[in-house]
């Protein structure tokens, strides 16, 4: 089983910065993917950035040039660094670890992010 654990979210004018945080913990033994999804009001849930076994970086359109995922694999966290935050950046964050080679997926708890003045 794992665990992962956010933190990080809140409330912040348009413009301003925030850092989620998310620890994986268990039973994590092989090569994974960590990174953040997002799900605003009445929308379907969005892959913001992924961070790949291989170091491999995505970002979504939507955030590139604003969002830096970073991770540390020692400990197998994820960070997501927000610049220049747009009200449209506003939901619910949730962390994810996905482990190879089965491809399982965890999930954290969710973290919400509003932005708005």
């Known amino acids: 089983q794992v665990q992962l654990v956010e933190s990080g979210g809140g409330l912040v004018q348009p413009g301003g910065s925030l850092t989620l945080s998310c620890a994986a913990s268990?039973?994590?033994?092989?090569?994974?993917?960590m990174g953040w999804y997002r799900q605003a009001p009445e929308k379907e849930r969005e892959l913001v950035a992924r961070f790949g076994s291989r170091g491999l970086i995505y970002y979504a359109n939507s955030v590139r040039g604003r969002f830096t995922i970073s991770r540390e694999n020692g400990k197998n966290a994820v960070y997501l660094q927000m610049n220049s935050l747009k009200p449209e950046d506003t939901a619910v964050y949730y962390c994810?670890?996905?482990?190879?080679?089965?491809?399982?997926?965890?999930w954290g708890q969710g973290t919400q992010v509003t932005v708005s003045s």
């Open positions: 268990g039973s994590i033994f092989s090569a994974n993917d």
């Open positions: 994810y670890i996905m482990l190879y080679p089965s491809q399982r997926t965890y």
